[in-house]
Nanobody
Framework: QVQLVESGGGSVQSGGSLRLSCAPSGSTFSDYCMAWFRQAPGKERELVASIDSIGNKRYADSVKGRFTISQDNDKNTLYLQMNSLKAEDTAMYYC????????????????????WGQGTQVTVSS
């Protein structure tokens, strides 16, 4: 069974940077569209960034220009580089995967992501 294993969370001051990593054990990225979601206490889960199996990327407006999603196919690892972090970026961040059949779609609904990691906490202090 495919498992998504995240790492890289932590605490950082406002304006700092962090890089999150996600590795799908037992499979490769070519089988999936990948995404990062986040959920802050008392708030709904939101899509942060996504990348499909042919490299199309999308970002939430709140992170455009600050966050970059990428994947290293040789290392079979998904990354989220987070720069210029703000206190409002504080949340639990989750790696998620949807079937590669969604690749190229103009919109991938959140409920298409049916594989989830355990989450990694990001805390940004002001």
């Amino acid at each position: 069974q495919v498992q998504l294993v995240e790492s890289g969370g932590g605490s950082v001051q406002s304006g700092g940077s962090l890089r999150l990593s996600c590795a799908p054990s037992g499979s490769t990225f070519s089988d999936y569209c990948m995404a990062w979601f986040r959920q802050a206490p008392g708030k709904e889960r939101e899509l942060v960034a996504s990348i499909d199996s042919i490299g199309n990327k999308r970002y939430a407006d709140s992170v455009k220009g600050r966050f970059t999603i990428s994947q290293d196919n040789d290392k079979n690892t998904l990354y989220l580089q987070m720069n210029s972090l703000k206190a409002e970026d504080t949340a639990m961040y989750y790696c998620a995967a949807a079937s590669a059949l969604w690749s190229g779609a103009s919109y991938i609904p959140d409920n298409a992501y049916n594989l989830w990691g355990q989450g990694t906490q990001v805390t940004v202090s002001s």
